[in-house]
């Protein structure tokens, strides 16, 4: 049942089992799973089922390090930034759950292998197909398609899964609507998580809409599912009893905020024969009904050795290279007018000759890298308020040297795969430098401010996702992420949250 | 057996004077520079472009502010060459698969170059130093 929250009369005190807080990827996947239960589940959202423009304006904020614009990078309303993700699926890799002694901060209290069972659940929800991330002959096409033979070990080729995308909004509104234990409230901003006076556990949600209705949600379990920034914002409101914010006893709420940096053409890559570049490498393609594409990543032998983060690159064809261009047209850029000759010196030694005018392919590529969990990359509140009189957010996010460095030292170690294999050759156009305070462009991947560890002086949320010292909140979403990986998050939420609402199951539904 | 057109010319240039030069110099020296020589010449002949590789070896010396010397970076390729199985004299055939040999090697190790941003092996940077060092003399 939808109920529209502006409608709730002021006052108003609603009895629960369950609070969801949010109703994006995270939040309705725990509410689907929920659907049937024996508990009364209410699902709180800010938005309505569309885009509203002043509901949408409770996401400004300010931005005081590498600049970053908070509104537009997440939707405020039902379904919340699935309603524009663009479904680029995968999973994260066993090492990225480890502890590594080279990313300070590293080591989640879970393992892939916790996670393996919802990861193919999480396939299901959002309309992804089969679940062959890193299957190669999955995707052969009867055989026709093969990934580049790159030697040495150190960049190996995997496959993204797309989603439709699904808008989760969309696709599982009537099936949310038609669940007799759950109760949508739209329009319903929650306000404060309210304590009991000890702060160890949920009292009560404070709940007010844009039209100034004011009521009260009283559950006895409550799970945070308002996205990356907005779950440690909503913790640092609910400051009533505990000054410092919910949760926040050791000062990690807002902390480790996390984004995967994405460079446009940080390398450019020539090939002697583009024949052997497989279609799913230069862009989506349908296999087996499923969107695919082929990316290169570096091998956890490579990353474990050379004590580096990921770093995830895509690339596409741009231009032949040719003997039989005319001068006019050259390349006035110096280091484009090399590629003929730089294509002829790898045909004469490492390549096959080239048998006609055609001697290779210019591609272009893309990356998202892995950056570092840094406590002073964070997420405050900012003195301004919003249309509910609450604090803005303040993001600070940085990034170091180190992350670019560690960049730009991937860049190489695929220069090496393509000039080892002897048919290709990688300019490196990304470059080194001091400080990196300016990103090109990012994910839209909030990650790492409601942090996981098992320790409660590491983290703000434990193994279980149960916020450390408070006995019925918990919290869903990429907050929890120990560190931030290398590929899109969602996929990582929705299993997540499965177990999550496996765990509440087990742990609370039965004993309701 | 017929010798490959580049030892021939340098044999020329040798009988023509460099050979009596050499005499006055130790024997040791006198064979590198023979052999250097001949190398750089066998070594610019597999090159299909030479013109090409010679603006590539033009902007690396520039770059690293370096002269270009016919004589040290034939010997010093044609050292690394013996490490994959070449010798003087051998053919033209071997000479490529050792030079092939070389630079997955080099770049197995890391041993790039950066010429505008391109990742060279240092071999293919010092074949094509050496293309600009005899850029005069190349074909067009
Ligand atoms: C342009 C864009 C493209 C993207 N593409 C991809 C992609 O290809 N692959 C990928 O993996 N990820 C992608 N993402 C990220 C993806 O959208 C998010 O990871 C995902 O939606 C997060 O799910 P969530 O449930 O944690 O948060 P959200 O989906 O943001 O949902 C949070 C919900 O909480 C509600 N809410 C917030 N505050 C309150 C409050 N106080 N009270 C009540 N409700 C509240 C919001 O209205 C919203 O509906 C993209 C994001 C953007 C912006």
């Avoid at chain 1, 990225?96 to 590293?106: A, I, N, T």
Wanted: hydrophobic share 40%; proline share 5%; net charge negative.
């Amino acid at each position: 049942m939808f109920i529209d929250g502006r409608k709730v009369p002021e006052g108003t005190v609603i009895e629960t089992d369950i609070a969801i807080i949010g109703a994006g990827a995270a939040g309705i996947t725990i509410a689907r799973a929920l659907k049937g239960s024996d508990a009364s589940v209410a699902l709180i959202e800010s938005g309505g089922l569309d885009f509203e423009p002043d509901t949408q304006e409770l996401y400004n904020g300010e931005s005081i390090g590498v600049p970053y614009t908070l509104d537009t990078s997440r939707l405020r309303y039902f379904g919340g930034s699935t309603n524009h993700w663009g479904g680029w699926c995968r999973p994260f890799e066993p090492i990225d759950f480890e502890q590594r002694d080279w990313v300070p901060y590293s080591g989640w209290p879970i393992t892939r292998a916790d996670l393996d069972p919802y990861y193919i659940r999480a396939n299901d929800v959002a309309h992804v197909g089969p679940f062959a991330y890193n299957d190669a002959d999955a995707w052969s096409d009867g055989g026709k398609n093969k990934p580049l033979d790159l030697p040495g070990g150190e960049v190996v080729t995997r496959f993204f899964e797309y989603s439709p995308p699904l808008r989760f909004g969309v696709t599982y509104r009537e099936e949310i609507a038609k669940a007799p234990n759950v109760k949508t409230y739209l329009h319903s901003n929650v306000m404060e998580i309210v304590p009991t006076e000890d702060a160890s556990s949920v009292e009560s949600l404070r709940v007010g809409t844009l039209s100034g209705r004011r009521f009260e949600i009283r559950p006895k379990l409550v799970i945070l599912a308002a996205g990356g920034i907005e779950n440690a914002r909503m913790l640092l409101l609910s400051n009533s009893v505990q000054k410092e914010g919910l949760g926040n006893g050791r000062g990690l709420v807002g902390r480790f905020f996390m984004e995967h940096p994405h460079i446009d053409r940080p390398v450019e890559i020539l090939m002697t024969k583009p024949d052997l570049v497989a279609p799913y490498y230069k862009t989506y393609t349908k296999l087996n009904g499923t969107n695919i594409r082929a990316v290169f990543m570096f091998s956890d032998d490579y990353l474990r050795k050379n004590r580096r983060l990921g770093t995830v690159m895509t690339w596409y064809q741009v231009k032949e290279i040719r003997t039989d261009k005319d001068v006019e047209e050259k390349d006035p850029d110096p280091a484009r007018a090399m590629e003929p000759g730089l294509l002829q010196l790898i045909h004469s030694t490492t390549a096959d000759a080239a048998d006609g005018p055609l001697l290779g392919m210019r591609y272009g590529s893309g990356c998202a890298t892995e950056q570092s969990p840094n406590p002073d990359s964070r997420v405050t509140l900012s003195s301004a308020k919003d249309a509910l009189g609450l604090n803005q957010t303040k993001l600070d996010w940085r990034l170091s040297s180190a992350d670019r460095a560690n960049l730009r030292l991937n860049m190489e170690a695929l220069a090496r795969a393509f000039g080892a294999w002897g048919n290709g050759s990688v300019r490196i156009l990304f470059q080194d430098r001091d400080k990196w305070d300016e990103a090109e462009g990012w994910g839209n991947h909030h990650m790492g401010t409601t942090r996981m560890a098992a320790d409660p002086r590491k983290g703000v949320v434990d193994a279980n996702c149960k916020v450390h010292g408070i006995s019925n909140l918990y919290v869903a979403g990429s907050s929890v992420f120990t560190t931030s990986t290398t590929v899109n998050p969602t996929l990582t939420i929705v299993a997540l949250a499965l177990r999550l609402a496996d765990h509440v199951q087990q742990h609370f539904v039965k004993g309701v | 057996m017929a010798l490959p057109r580049s030892i021939s010319r340098r044999h020329m240039l040798i009988l023509g004077g460099v050979a009596a030069a050499a005499a006055a110099l130790p024997g040791s020296l006198a064979f590198i520079e023979h052999e250097s020589g001949t190398v750089a010449d066998d070594l610019i002949s597999m090159l299909s472009d030479p013109q090409g590789a010679a603006e590539i070896g033009q902007r690396w010396v520039e770059a690293a502010g370096r002269e270009p010397n016919t004589q040290a970076l034939a010997h010093k390729i044609a050292k690394r060459l013996r490490a994959h199985g070449w010798h003087p004299g051998a053919a033209p055939e071997e000479m490529r698969a050792a030079l092939a040999a070389r630079i997955r090697h080099d770049f197995e190790h890391g041993d790039m170059v950066d010429v505008s941003g391109w990742q060279i092996s240092r071999t293919s940077a010092e074949l094509c130093a050496l293309a600009a060092a005899n850029r005069a003399s190349l074909p067009a």
